[in-house]
């Protein structure tokens, strides 16, 4: 074999290709290591179309410097987007690499809809996050609902909100507060003060499961809700005094507690003037 110089040929040039991929590989390994390539800029932006109101890009850039492991080739793009994603106000980012040693980081926020229970606010789109509820408010600088429920209920919150919004739209009034409780109960507040119990909506509440017998013979929510606010302005004028709580669990009716008598309109006084 030894004596085959074909054979020979062959491992004398196997060897000189291990030989020379063993040094490129370590030129490659020794120029990856050079502190050129280390992490030293961060670039954080807002998603395309939109602003960065509660994220600080230098408070990211800042806190990202402090904790990246590797350089521009090692650097776990992966990680940093779950720890950018996991910090208040973050609904979602993206990170890509910046030739030679940057990153760049791309933001969107939540957008809140909500304050969520004790310490969390809902999103838009249903989803409660961890966050500074003083930081909390609408586009139009107005306080935001107060909204609560159980655990995994933030987008049958939501729905719930946006439809209560327009069923009391014919009264001038909004939600400022909507619960469901753990037997999947509603209680709303409106902005004059007025109490809603609107109970369980058994006939449409995919929880409590719309197909059971019960739920076929339940007034659903929404048609209790509508026949009050119908009836709302003929019964305060009737009997003169404002609801301030009303109960509209029953089926063809509801209960009311009233509050103190409205106040008459007070009359114009003529002057005459004596010619």
Not at 124 to 133: D, K, L, M
């Amino acid at each position: 074999m030894w004596n085959n110089a074909r054979f020979i040929n062959f491992v004398a040039n196997l060897l000189t290709v291990l030989a020379l991929s063993a040094l490129a590989v370590g030129g490659l390994v020794w120029l990856m290591q050079r502190p050129v390539f280390t992490i030293a800029q961060v670039e954080v932006h807002p998603a395309e179309g939109e602003a960065l109101d509660r994220v600080t890009p230098t408070v990211v850039r800042n806190a990202l410097i402090g904790r990246l492991e590797g350089n521009f080739f090692t650097a776990d793009l992966e990680s940093v987007r779950h720890f950018m994603e996991d910090a208040p106000w973050v609904s979602q980012a993206a990170v890509r690499r910046v030739w030679p040693n940057g990153l760049q980081v791309t933001l969107r926020e939540h957008q809140p809809l909500g304050l969520w229970n004790d310490d969390q606010v809902l999103d838009v789109n249903g989803r409660a996050f961890t966050a500074n509820q003083a930081e909390a408010e609408s586009p139009d600088g107005d306080p935001l609902p107060i909204l609560g429920g159980p655990e995994g209920s933030g987008k049958l919150v939501r729905q719930r909100l946006l439809e209560l919004s327009e069923w009391v739209a014919p009264l001038g009034r909004s939600p400022v507060r909507l619960t469901l409780s753990p037997r999947h109960a509603w209680v709303a507040e409106l902005d004059n003060g007025m109490i809603l119990d609107m109970g369980r909506d058994l006939a449409n509440d995919p929880v409590l499961g719309g197909n059971a017998a019960e739920g076929r013979r339940a007034v659903p929510v929404q048609a209790r809700v509508q026949r009050f606010v119908q009836a709302l302005p003929a019964i305060e004028q009737h009997l003169g005094r404002p609801v301030m709580y009303a109960d509209l669990r029953y089926p063809n009716g509801f209960a009311l507690r009233l509050g103190p008598p409205l106040e008459p309109p007070k009359k114009k006084t003529s002057s005459t003037t004596k010619p």
